[in-house]
Each structure stands twice: as C-alpha cells, then as structure tokens.
Nanobody, 125 residues
C-alpha cells in the first residue's frame, strides 16, 4: 500500500503561483510513476502531469505546458507540482496518484493504483 497526502492548495489570483506537494508513505516510493490529475466541478477527472519513477521523463497536458513543472525527491518521498501563471480555468481539486507495473499511458487515470484525497486550487480572475 502507498498512502498519498497532498498539500499546498489554496486561493490565488490569476497570474500567481502555487506549489503542490504530495507526500508518500508505504512501499518504496522510487518504484512508482507519479501523476497529478485535477477535477473541476461538473467535469471528469483529467490528466495534468506525470513523472517516471526514474525522473528521466516528464509529461504534461497541453494546457499546462510551459506553466507547470513536475518534480520528485525520492529521498523525501515527495512529488511536487509547481504551478505558475495560473488561470481561472486551472481551478479544480488536484489529486496526486501513484502507479507501478505499467509502461506508457501516463495520462490514463485507470492505470494509477493509489490516490490522495485531493487539494483545492482556486484561481480568481
């Protein structure tokens, strides 16, 4: 089992920044690909970003490319999502997720085994 706890959400004005953190506990963190997803009211949960367990590759949904940066610190068993130039359409609950045993398809939420409880991000215009 892997337990994931997100933090860092909040209210920010458009153009501002937030850094989300996801602390993992349980089995070996370095063996998991990590992802961030988000869900706005009335919408399905969608992919935001992912990072391979080796940190060799990162992936982003098109609308956040150039604004968001995912990173991980395996020693601290934590994954981060630095969000810059935030827009009102980034408002959502952000979820951290972990997976193992898959190759590719980093944006597919069904491949993730473990999920955090989510943290609210609200961007005001």
């Amino acid at each position: 089992q892997v337990q994931l706890v997100e933090s860092g959400g909040g209210l920010v004005q458009a153009g501002g920044s937030l850094r989300l953190s996801c602390a993992a506990s349980g089995r070996t963190f370095s063996g998991y690909d990590m992802g961030w997803f988000r869900q706005a009211p009335g919408k399905v949960r969608g992919f935001v970003s992912a990072i391979k367990k080796s940190s060799a590759s990162t992936y982003y949904e098109d609308s956040v490319k150039g604004r968001f940066t995912i990173s991980r610190d395996n020693a601290k068993t934590t994954v981060y999502l630095q969000m810059n130039s935030l827009k009102p359409e980034d408002t959502a609950v952000y979820y951290c997720a972990a997976r193992s045993g898959y190759v590719g398809g980093y944006g597919n939420a069904r491949t993730y085994n473990y999920w955090g409880q989510g943290t609210q991000v609200t961007v005001s215009s």
